[in-house]
């Protein structure tokens, strides 16, 4: 069984539109959570972190439910530069990260 | 930017040859990775260091070697490539404390023919 597991995709928008992404995660100790963005063929780089209370940064929301070992990102009016694949990432052990195999987006003119 | 480099970007090399894939870091992070990634796939850990002298196997078998002599320097060593071998390879840093943000190279994408 996977650590972590997302619907692959593609999501296929317009500009402007809404978009939620979900992912779960199969150990209950995990410690952190967080979204990363990979362009394609580029290294992942840190989109957000989420925090149990669900936080925000401009159009990306993140919101964690711990009991349902579930993760969302929603992001709102969709821009071109949004196109990429979103991983889900999850720490236990301190020091393990574990990725999801990402969901990609396009974001279409 | 974080100041994380990986070379080489690119190698192909035949079957059988000894390759070292370098990352060098210059934020001072005692944490550091090797992930491996196929396309379309998630990155899988293979080796991590909490620090100088202290190496891990992650939890995707490889047959690659790492050390870290120095903070800053966490090479990969695969002793005879074989095209099983081919993928990319990433490796990333972290700071030490709580903060989860990875900081990742470009990557190496290994070609073994």
């Known amino acids: 069984r996977k650590e972590v597991e997302q619907d692959p995709g593609p999501f296929n928008v317009p500009e402007g539109a809404t978009v939620a992404f979900n992912c779960t995660y199969s150990?209950?100790?995990?410690?952190?959570f967080f979204w990363y963005r990979q362009d394609c063929r580029k290294e992942p780089k840190l989109l957000m972190s989420v925090y149990s209370s669900g936080n925000e940064d401009g159009r990306f929301t993140a919101q964690l439910n711990r009991a349902s070992q579930y993760i969302s990102l929603l992001i709102r009016d969709s821009k071109l530069s949004d196109s990429a694949t979103y991983l889900c990432v999850v720490r236990y052990n301190f020091n393990k990260f574990y990725f999801g195999s990402g969901t990609k987006l396009n974001v279409k003119p | 930017e974080a100041d994380i480099y990986q070379t080489p970007r690119y190698l192909v090399i035949g079957t059988g040859k000894k390759i070292t894939l370098e990352c060098s870091q210059t934020m001072g992070h005692d944490k550091m990775y090797w992930y491996q990634q196929d396309p379309g796939m998630e990155l899988h850990l293979i080796h991590y260091?909490?620090?100088?002298?202290?190496?891990e196997k992650g939890d995707l078998s490889s047959e690659s070697t790492v050390s870290r002599i120095r903070t800053e320097h966490f090479p990969l060593t695969l002793e005879s490539a074989r095209p099983s071998h081919t993928s990319q390879y990433l490796c990333a840093s972290r700071e030490r404390g709580d903060t989860g943000e990875l900081f990742f190279g470009e990557g190496s994408r290994l070609t073994v023919l």
């Open positions: 150990n209950s100790a995990s410690q952190s």
């Open positions: 260091s909490y620090g100088v002298n202290s190496t």
